[in-house]
Protein backbone atom coordinates (compact mmCIF):
# COMPACT_ATOMS: atom_id res chain seq x y z
CA UNK A 1 0.00 0.00 0.00
CA UNK A 2 1.30 3.04 -1.24
CA UNK A 3 -0.46 5.64 1.05
CA UNK A 4 -3.07 5.49 3.52
CA UNK A 5 -4.61 8.63 5.55
CA UNK A 6 -3.62 7.02 8.67
CA UNK A 7 -0.11 7.70 7.67
CA UNK A 8 -1.35 11.75 7.13
CA UNK A 9 -0.61 14.21 10.06
CA UNK A 10 -1.42 17.51 9.12
CA UNK A 11 1.61 19.87 10.55
CA UNK A 12 1.27 22.70 13.46
CA UNK A 13 1.62 25.19 11.12
CA UNK A 14 -1.47 24.77 8.99
CA UNK A 15 -4.59 25.26 11.69
CA UNK A 16 -7.51 23.27 10.86
CA UNK A 17 -10.07 25.88 9.82
CA UNK A 18 -12.61 24.59 7.46
CA UNK A 19 -14.77 26.47 4.96
CA UNK A 20 -17.52 25.14 2.93
CA UNK A 21 -15.16 25.65 -0.47
CA UNK A 22 -12.78 23.36 1.08
CA UNK A 23 -15.42 20.65 1.03
CA UNK A 24 -16.91 21.27 -2.38
CA UNK A 25 -13.12 21.02 -3.41
CA UNK A 26 -12.90 17.22 -2.12
CA UNK A 27 -16.14 16.54 -3.97
CA UNK A 28 -13.94 17.34 -7.15
CA UNK A 29 -16.42 19.60 -9.38
CA UNK A 30 -14.80 19.84 -12.90
CA UNK A 31 -15.52 15.70 -12.58
CA UNK A 32 -18.73 15.96 -10.87
CA UNK A 33 -20.33 18.16 -13.68
CA UNK A 34 -19.12 16.00 -16.75
CA UNK A 35 -20.47 12.91 -14.32
CA UNK A 36 -23.76 14.53 -14.09
CA UNK A 37 -24.03 15.13 -17.74
CA UNK A 38 -23.59 12.39 -18.87
CA UNK A 39 -25.99 10.90 -15.98
CA UNK A 40 -28.60 13.08 -17.54
CA UNK A 41 -27.53 12.48 -21.18
CA UNK A 42 -28.30 8.75 -20.49
CA UNK A 43 -31.64 9.80 -18.81
CA UNK A 44 -32.85 11.95 -21.84
CA UNK A 45 -31.59 9.82 -24.47
CA UNK A 46 -33.62 6.58 -22.86
CA UNK A 47 -36.66 5.42 -24.16
CA UNK A 48 -39.66 7.09 -22.05
CA UNK A 49 -40.03 9.45 -19.84
CA UNK A 50 -39.30 10.52 -15.78
CA UNK A 51 -41.60 12.38 -13.92
CA UNK A 52 -39.12 15.70 -13.62
CA UNK A 53 -38.95 15.58 -9.62
CA UNK A 54 -37.88 11.76 -9.94
CA UNK A 55 -35.22 12.83 -12.93
CA UNK A 56 -33.83 15.64 -10.49
CA UNK A 57 -33.70 12.95 -7.78
CA UNK A 58 -31.40 10.77 -9.78
CA UNK A 59 -29.43 13.44 -11.28
CA UNK A 60 -28.71 14.76 -7.38
CA UNK A 61 -27.95 11.11 -6.14
CA UNK A 62 -25.48 10.56 -9.01
CA UNK A 63 -23.39 13.72 -8.02
CA UNK A 64 -23.93 13.07 -4.34
CA UNK A 65 -22.44 9.90 -5.38
CA UNK A 66 -19.43 10.96 -7.50
CA UNK A 67 -18.51 13.57 -4.87
CA UNK A 68 -18.65 11.74 -2.57
CA UNK A 69 -16.88 9.06 -3.51
CA UNK A 70 -14.32 11.75 -4.98
CA UNK A 71 -13.90 12.95 -1.29
CA UNK A 72 -13.08 8.85 0.07
CA UNK A 73 -10.62 9.03 -2.98
CA UNK A 74 -8.85 12.48 -1.28
CA UNK A 75 -9.50 10.93 2.47
CA UNK A 76 -7.24 8.11 1.42
CA UNK A 77 -5.22 9.67 -1.00
CA UNK A 78 -4.00 12.74 0.98
CA UNK A 79 -0.63 11.82 2.48
CA UNK A 80 -0.03 10.97 -1.63
CA UNK A 81 -1.20 14.19 -2.53
CA UNK A 82 0.96 15.39 0.03
CA UNK A 83 3.57 14.78 -2.10
CA UNK A 84 2.46 16.12 -5.77
CA UNK A 85 2.59 19.18 -6.76
CA UNK A 86 -0.69 19.42 -9.00
CA UNK A 87 -2.47 17.97 -5.42
CA UNK A 88 -0.33 19.40 -2.83
CA UNK A 89 -2.63 22.27 -2.58
CA UNK A 90 -5.79 20.05 -1.99
CA UNK A 91 -8.05 20.25 1.58
CA UNK A 92 -6.58 17.99 3.26
CA UNK A 93 -2.60 17.63 2.51
CA UNK A 94 -3.04 21.56 3.10
CA UNK A 95 -4.22 21.09 6.28
CA UNK A 96 -7.60 23.34 5.55
CA UNK A 97 -9.81 19.76 6.29
CA UNK A 98 -9.50 17.25 9.22
CA UNK A 99 -9.03 13.72 7.37
CA UNK A 100 -11.95 12.60 10.04
CA UNK A 101 -14.41 15.10 8.48
CA UNK A 102 -13.46 14.47 5.09
CA UNK A 103 -14.12 10.75 6.05
CA UNK A 104 -17.27 11.54 7.42
CA UNK A 105 -18.40 13.88 4.64
CA UNK A 106 -17.73 11.27 2.34
CA UNK A 107 -19.54 9.14 3.84
CA UNK A 108 -22.51 11.27 4.65
CA UNK A 109 -22.57 11.95 0.80
CA UNK A 110 -22.57 8.77 -0.46
CA UNK A 111 -25.10 7.45 2.30
CA UNK A 112 -27.60 10.04 1.16
CA UNK A 113 -27.05 9.29 -2.98
CA UNK A 114 -27.49 5.53 -2.22
CA UNK A 115 -30.86 6.42 -0.22
CA UNK A 116 -32.41 9.05 -2.17
CA UNK A 117 -31.85 6.91 -5.35
CA UNK A 118 -32.84 4.15 -3.74
CA UNK A 119 -36.25 5.56 -2.55
CA UNK A 120 -37.26 8.10 -4.95
CA UNK A 121 -36.46 5.39 -8.34
CA UNK A 122 -35.73 2.15 -7.24
CA UNK A 123 -33.36 -0.28 -5.97
CA UNK A 124 -32.00 -1.17 -9.14
CA UNK A 125 -30.18 1.89 -10.07
CA UNK A 126 -29.42 2.37 -6.60
CA UNK A 127 -27.58 -0.99 -6.88
CA UNK A 128 -25.49 0.13 -9.80
CA UNK A 129 -24.96 3.35 -7.64
CA UNK A 130 -23.20 1.40 -4.72
CA UNK A 131 -20.82 -0.71 -7.41
CA UNK A 132 -19.26 2.45 -8.63
CA UNK A 133 -18.94 4.07 -5.44
CA UNK A 134 -16.95 0.54 -4.51
CA UNK A 135 -15.33 0.71 -7.96
CA UNK A 136 -14.19 4.46 -7.00
CA UNK A 137 -13.44 4.07 -4.03
CA UNK A 138 -12.10 0.42 -3.30
CA UNK A 139 -11.23 -1.10 -6.59
CA UNK A 140 -9.43 1.56 -8.38
CA UNK A 141 -8.01 4.15 -5.51
CA UNK A 142 -7.50 1.56 -2.67
CA UNK A 143 -6.26 -1.35 -4.75
CA UNK A 144 -5.14 -1.13 -8.24
CA UNK A 145 -4.08 2.67 -8.49
CA UNK A 146 -0.72 1.72 -5.91
CA UNK A 147 -0.25 -1.44 -7.98
CA UNK A 148 -0.55 -1.93 -11.47
CA UNK A 149 -0.01 0.67 -15.08
CA UNK A 150 -3.17 -1.10 -15.78
CA UNK A 151 -5.06 0.61 -12.98
CA UNK A 152 -7.06 3.20 -15.04
CA UNK A 153 -7.78 0.43 -17.59
CA UNK A 154 -9.89 -1.40 -15.21
CA UNK A 155 -10.77 1.60 -13.06
CA UNK A 156 -12.18 3.18 -15.59
CA UNK A 157 -15.37 1.44 -15.16
CA UNK A 158 -15.96 3.84 -11.91
CA UNK A 159 -16.69 6.80 -14.48
CA UNK A 160 -18.55 4.94 -17.08
CA UNK A 161 -21.92 3.65 -15.03
CA UNK A 162 -23.68 7.34 -14.70
CA UNK A 163 -25.32 7.00 -18.22
CA UNK A 164 -26.22 3.37 -17.43
CA UNK A 165 -27.70 4.61 -14.07
CA UNK A 166 -29.63 7.19 -15.63
CA UNK A 167 -30.89 5.68 -18.39
CA UNK A 168 -31.93 2.42 -16.20
CA UNK A 169 -33.81 5.15 -13.86
CA UNK A 170 -36.02 6.18 -16.82
CA UNK A 171 -36.59 2.62 -17.97
CA UNK A 172 -36.16 -0.07 -15.61
CA UNK A 173 -33.97 -2.35 -17.56
CA UNK A 174 -30.74 -2.41 -18.99
CA UNK A 175 -29.98 -2.73 -23.36
CA UNK A 176 -27.67 -2.41 -25.95
CA UNK A 177 -27.81 1.25 -25.80
CA UNK A 178 -26.75 1.63 -21.88
CA UNK A 179 -24.12 -0.84 -22.51
CA UNK A 180 -22.59 0.90 -25.19
CA UNK A 181 -22.40 4.41 -23.43
CA UNK A 182 -20.69 2.42 -20.42
CA UNK A 183 -18.36 1.06 -23.10
CA UNK A 184 -17.57 4.68 -24.76
CA UNK A 185 -16.25 6.04 -21.57
CA UNK A 186 -14.92 3.19 -20.46
CA UNK A 187 -12.40 3.10 -23.30
CA UNK A 188 -12.19 6.84 -23.72
CA UNK A 189 -11.06 6.78 -20.02
CA UNK A 190 -7.51 5.75 -21.08
CA UNK A 191 -5.99 8.15 -23.64
CA UNK A 192 -8.14 11.15 -21.20
CA UNK A 193 -5.89 9.75 -18.37
CA UNK A 194 -2.50 9.64 -19.91
CA UNK A 195 -2.47 12.35 -22.01
CA UNK A 196 -2.35 14.19 -18.77
CA UNK A 197 -0.29 11.46 -17.25
CA UNK A 198 2.66 11.93 -19.94
CA UNK A 199 2.73 15.72 -18.79
CA UNK A 200 2.62 14.77 -15.03
CA UNK A 201 5.09 11.85 -15.08
CA UNK A 202 7.94 12.93 -13.00
CA UNK A 203 4.81 13.62 -9.74
CA UNK A 204 3.26 10.18 -9.91
CA UNK A 205 6.93 8.53 -10.63
CA UNK A 206 8.31 10.96 -7.38
CA UNK A 207 5.13 9.63 -5.25
CA UNK A 208 5.80 5.37 -6.33
CA UNK A 209 2.41 5.50 -8.13
CA UNK A 210 2.98 2.66 -11.42
CA UNK A 211 1.34 5.26 -13.55
CA UNK A 212 1.63 3.85 -17.24
CA UNK A 213 4.00 6.20 -18.41
CA UNK A 214 6.66 5.78 -15.38
CA UNK A 215 6.40 1.87 -15.70
CA UNK A 216 6.22 1.06 -19.31
CA UNK A 217 7.67 4.29 -20.57
CA UNK A 218 6.43 7.09 -22.80
CA UNK A 219 6.94 5.18 -26.18
CA UNK A 220 4.43 2.35 -24.96
CA UNK A 221 1.89 4.77 -23.30
CA UNK A 222 1.83 6.85 -26.17
CA UNK A 223 0.92 4.03 -28.90
CA UNK A 224 -1.35 2.77 -26.50
CA UNK A 225 -2.92 6.58 -26.31
CA UNK A 226 -3.27 6.44 -30.41
CA UNK A 227 -4.70 2.55 -30.08
CA UNK A 228 -7.64 3.41 -27.83
CA UNK A 229 -8.12 7.10 -29.21
CA UNK A 230 -8.69 4.98 -32.99
CA UNK A 231 -10.71 2.05 -31.44
CA UNK A 232 -13.10 4.87 -30.10
CA UNK A 233 -13.77 5.93 -33.81
CA UNK A 234 -16.16 2.36 -34.62
CA UNK A 235 -17.04 2.37 -30.91
CA UNK A 236 -19.03 5.72 -30.42
CA UNK A 237 -20.79 5.57 -33.78
CA UNK A 238 -21.98 2.26 -32.51
CA UNK A 239 -25.37 3.38 -31.45
CA UNK A 240 -25.90 4.89 -35.11
CA UNK A 241 -24.62 1.91 -36.70
CA UNK A 242 -26.58 -0.75 -34.28
CA UNK A 243 -30.32 1.51 -34.76
CA UNK A 244 -30.31 2.59 -31.32
CA UNK A 245 -29.04 6.30 -32.38
CA UNK A 246 -29.94 8.31 -35.52
CA UNK A 247 -27.98 9.92 -38.19
CA UNK A 248 -26.95 13.18 -36.75
CA UNK A 249 -25.57 11.50 -33.97
CA UNK A 250 -24.08 9.21 -36.59
CA UNK A 251 -21.96 11.56 -38.45
CA UNK A 252 -21.90 13.99 -35.15
CA UNK A 253 -19.91 10.93 -33.20
CA UNK A 254 -17.36 10.51 -36.44
CA UNK A 255 -15.97 14.05 -36.89
CA UNK A 256 -16.60 14.86 -32.78
CA UNK A 257 -14.23 10.84 -32.18
CA UNK A 258 -12.33 11.81 -35.77
CA UNK A 259 -11.06 14.55 -34.08
CA UNK A 260 -10.16 12.84 -31.09
CA UNK A 261 -8.21 10.58 -33.03
CA UNK A 262 -6.70 13.09 -35.23
CA UNK A 263 -5.33 14.77 -32.12
CA UNK A 264 -3.74 11.13 -30.79
CA UNK A 265 -2.43 10.68 -34.03
CA UNK A 266 1.00 13.42 -33.10
CA UNK A 267 0.61 12.32 -29.40
CA UNK A 268 1.37 8.33 -30.60
CA UNK A 269 3.88 9.21 -33.20
CA UNK A 270 6.24 11.71 -31.76
CA UNK A 271 9.43 11.70 -29.14
CA UNK A 272 9.64 13.95 -26.39
CA UNK A 273 13.10 15.67 -25.93
CA UNK A 274 13.87 17.15 -21.93
CA UNK A 275 12.55 20.44 -22.78
CA UNK A 276 9.52 19.24 -24.58
CA UNK A 277 6.58 21.21 -23.45
CA UNK A 278 4.26 18.22 -24.13
CA UNK A 279 1.65 20.48 -26.60
CA UNK A 280 0.20 17.74 -28.36
CA UNK A 281 -0.74 16.01 -25.02
CA UNK A 282 -1.96 18.89 -23.19
CA UNK A 283 -4.25 19.76 -26.41
CA UNK A 284 -5.59 16.28 -26.27
CA UNK A 285 -6.08 15.89 -22.52
CA UNK A 286 -8.40 19.51 -23.00
CA UNK A 287 -10.08 18.11 -25.97
CA UNK A 288 -11.08 14.43 -24.47
CA UNK A 289 -13.40 16.53 -21.96
CA UNK A 290 -15.14 18.55 -24.53
CA UNK A 291 -15.40 15.98 -26.49
CA UNK A 292 -16.90 13.93 -24.05
CA UNK A 293 -19.80 16.73 -22.89
CA UNK A 294 -20.18 16.93 -27.10
CA UNK A 295 -21.06 13.26 -28.05
CA UNK A 296 -23.42 12.78 -25.16
CA UNK A 297 -25.16 16.07 -25.72
CA UNK A 298 -25.26 14.83 -29.26
CA UNK A 299 -26.73 11.99 -28.15
CA UNK A 300 -30.00 13.58 -26.68
CA UNK A 301 -30.48 16.06 -29.19
CA UNK A 302 -30.51 13.26 -31.85
CA UNK A 303 -33.40 11.58 -29.37
CA UNK A 304 -35.24 14.98 -29.58
CA UNK A 305 -35.26 15.09 -33.21
CA UNK A 306 -36.14 11.37 -33.44
CA UNK A 307 -39.14 11.74 -31.27
CA UNK A 308 -40.51 14.54 -33.41
CA UNK A 309 -40.23 12.94 -36.35
CA UNK A 310 -37.29 15.15 -38.05
CA UNK A 311 -35.15 12.27 -38.68
CA UNK A 312 -35.85 8.77 -38.97
C1 LIG B 1 -9.82 6.11 -13.69
C2 LIG B 1 -10.32 7.05 -14.46
C3 LIG B 1 -9.87 8.50 -14.51
C4 LIG B 1 -8.70 9.04 -14.10
C5 LIG B 1 -7.50 8.35 -13.47
C6 LIG B 1 -8.81 10.47 -14.32
C7 LIG B 1 -7.84 11.38 -13.97
C8 LIG B 1 -7.98 12.73 -14.06
C9 LIG B 1 -7.04 13.67 -13.54
C10 LIG B 1 -5.77 13.30 -12.77
C11 LIG B 1 -7.50 14.91 -13.80
C12 LIG B 1 -6.84 16.24 -13.42
C13 LIG B 1 -7.59 16.69 -12.21
C14 LIG B 1 -6.90 17.72 -11.42
O1 LIG B 1 -5.91 18.29 -11.85
O2 LIG B 1 -7.42 17.90 -10.32
C15 LIG B 1 -8.74 14.75 -14.49
C16 LIG B 1 -9.53 15.80 -14.91
C17 LIG B 1 -10.80 15.64 -15.34
N1 LIG B 1 -11.46 14.47 -15.54
FE1 LIG B 1 -10.68 12.62 -15.39
N2 LIG B 1 -10.01 10.76 -14.86
C18 LIG B 1 -10.70 9.59 -14.98
C19 LIG B 1 -11.96 9.43 -15.45
C20 LIG B 1 -12.81 10.48 -15.71
C21 LIG B 1 -14.20 10.32 -16.03
C22 LIG B 1 -14.92 8.99 -16.14
C23 LIG B 1 -14.70 11.57 -16.20
C24 LIG B 1 -16.09 12.01 -16.53
C25 LIG B 1 -16.96 11.27 -17.17
C26 LIG B 1 -13.62 12.50 -16.01
C27 LIG B 1 -13.73 13.86 -16.13
C28 LIG B 1 -12.73 14.75 -15.91
C29 LIG B 1 -12.91 16.20 -15.98
C30 LIG B 1 -14.18 16.94 -16.35
C31 LIG B 1 -11.69 16.75 -15.63
C32 LIG B 1 -11.34 18.24 -15.54
C33 LIG B 1 -11.63 18.67 -14.11
C34 LIG B 1 -11.54 20.15 -13.88
O3 LIG B 1 -11.36 20.91 -14.84
O4 LIG B 1 -11.65 20.51 -12.70
N3 LIG B 1 -12.49 11.80 -15.72
N4 LIG B 1 -9.01 13.43 -14.65
C1 LIG C 1 -21.26 7.80 -9.60
C2 LIG C 1 -19.81 7.65 -9.35
C3 LIG C 1 -19.38 7.12 -8.05
C4 LIG C 1 -18.95 8.04 -10.30
C5 LIG C 1 -17.51 7.89 -10.18
C6 LIG C 1 -16.82 9.20 -10.35
C7 LIG C 1 -15.70 9.16 -11.35
C8 LIG C 1 -15.79 10.02 -12.53
C9 LIG C 1 -14.65 8.40 -11.20
C10 LIG C 1 -13.59 8.40 -12.20
C11 LIG C 1 -12.30 8.33 -11.60
C12 LIG C 1 -11.54 9.63 -11.50
C13 LIG C 1 -12.11 10.96 -11.75
C14 LIG C 1 -10.32 9.47 -11.17
C15 LIG C 1 -9.40 10.58 -10.96
O1 LIG C 1 -8.23 9.92 -10.74
P1 LIG C 1 -7.52 10.03 -9.35
O2 LIG C 1 -8.52 9.93 -8.27
O3 LIG C 1 -6.44 9.01 -9.36
O4 LIG C 1 -6.95 11.48 -9.56
P2 LIG C 1 -6.11 12.39 -8.62
O5 LIG C 1 -4.71 11.96 -8.82
O6 LIG C 1 -6.40 13.75 -9.18
O7 LIG C 1 -6.63 12.19 -7.24
Redesign the pocket.
Known amino acids: MTSTTTLFTPTAATPMSSHWRDFLALA ?1 PG ?2 R ?2 VFT ?1 LCGMLAAPGSINPVLGFAAILS ?2 L ?2 G ?3 AF ?2 WY ?1 AD ?2 SR ?1 K ?2 AR ?1 PIPAGRVAPKDARDFAALL ?1 GA ?1 VLVMGLAIGWLAASI ?1 VV ?2 F ?3 VV ?2 MWL ?1 PRTPQ ?2 VI ?2 G ?5 PL ?1 GWVAVTGDITLTPILLFAIIFFW ?1 PPH ?1 WALAMFVKSD ?1 AKAG ?1 PMMPVVRGERATRWQILAYALFMVPLAAAPWYLGTAGIVYGVASLVLTGMFALLAVPVGLRTSGAQDTMKPEKRLFAYSIIYLFALFGVLVIDRVLQDAGVIG
Open positions: KVVLVGIAAAGAANQELDMRTRCSLSIYYVYTKNIGGAGAFPITFYI
